[in-house]
DNA sequence: AAATCGGGGAT
DNA sequence: ATCCCAGATTT
């Protein structure tokens, strides 16, 4: 849930999932659509597909429980590097190389001097937070909490509190005088209005709303042309996030 | 390496 | 209007 979605946002879809699927074996157990709707709007639906085959394959492969080695954590259905790192340290205390947006924005100021990290991950900074995590197991998760939190609460992306800082004096944004983002000029701000993206959510909030199939005429306001529509449903027959019933009509999938 | 994939709160 | 968010997956 917390892959690019701000956790104030998540936390109370969280609490509520938790107190309705316990387990991975419950969410296993439960129907594609209704987990889709406990997902709502979220955003990024296909993670909640991604979460639900993580449930069924912890079922399948690991006895209903959460593995805790590299290996098998990044085999899961969508757990990449930063949620298996994640897992380890927050789940079973061990080191990892936590590398979140938060941390790449501290180490991009505090150590390499400037003010927002690249567009995408590079191989030195994953060679730079590598080299700053503690050998020792507690330590290193400690660390992963504790530079997540830094960028969250103190570091942040707009207007960081350099005031309050408990590392200001080593930072070398700040030693050299806080020069501006060097990439700004190639950031580019994703579009919204018009796009696949919001077509796309259109359609599966209607989805979510109805409780019986829906028939195509009644999606046709979801895009900003038909072709659009079409394109859309498509796509997320393809994902598995809409089923088409044998009369033509579609829905949540079940399952 | 680049594209794609949501949605909302803050500025 | 733009920015930004505890990224992953596919091409």
């Known amino acids: 849930m917390l892959q690019q979605t701000p956790v104030v946002r998540v936390?109370?879809?969280?609490?509520?999932?938790?107190?309705?699927?316990?387990?991975?074996?419950?969410?296993?157990?439960?129907?594609t659509a209704d987990v889709l709707r406990a997902w709502d709007r979220l955003g990024y639906p296909r993670r909640a597909l991604r979460l639900q085959e993580c449930a069924r394959a912890l079922v399948e492969r690991h006895g209903g429980a959460?593995?805790?080695?590299?290996?098998?954590?990044?085999?899961?259905?969508?757990?990449?590097?930063?949620?298996?790192?994640?897992?380890?340290?927050?789940?079973?205390?061990?080191?990892?190389?936590?590398?979140?947006?938060?941390?790449?924005?501290?180490?991009?100021?505090?150590?390499?001097?400037?003010a927002l990290p690249a567009p995408h991950p590079t191989a030195a900074e994953r060679a730079t937070a590598t080299a700053v995590v503690p050998a020792d197991d507690a330590e290193a998760a400690a660390w992963a909490a504790a530079s997540m939190e830094l960028g969250a609460l103190v570091c942040t992306a707009r207007s960081p509190r350099c005031g309050e800082c408990p590392v200001r004096d080593l930072c070398a944004w700040r030693r050299a005088g806080f020069p501006d983002d060097e990439h700004a000029h190639r950031r580019r701000t994703q579009a919204w209005h018009g796009t696949d993206r919001q077509c796309r959510g259109r359609i599966l909030a209607v989805l979510r709303a109805a409780h019986a199939p829906v028939a195509h005429e009644e999606l046709d306001g979801a895009g900003t042309d038909d072709a659009q529509v079409e394109r859309c449903l498509g796509s997320l027959v393809v994902d598995g996030l809409v089923a088409r019933r044998p009369d033509g009509r579609y829905a949540l999938p079940t399952g």
């Open 11 to 31: 936390e109370p879809a969280w609490r509520a999932w938790l107190e309705r699927w316990p387990t991975p074996a419950d969410l296993a157990a439960a129907s």
């Open 66 to 114: 959460v593995p805790d080695d590299e290996t098998a954590l990044r085999a899961l259905p969508g757990v990449g590097e930063y949620t298996a790192a994640a897992v380890r340290a927050f789940a079973f205390g061990r080191r990892s190389v936590v590398v979140d947006t938060n941390v790449r924005r501290v180490l991009a100021r505090a150590v390499g001097g400037v």
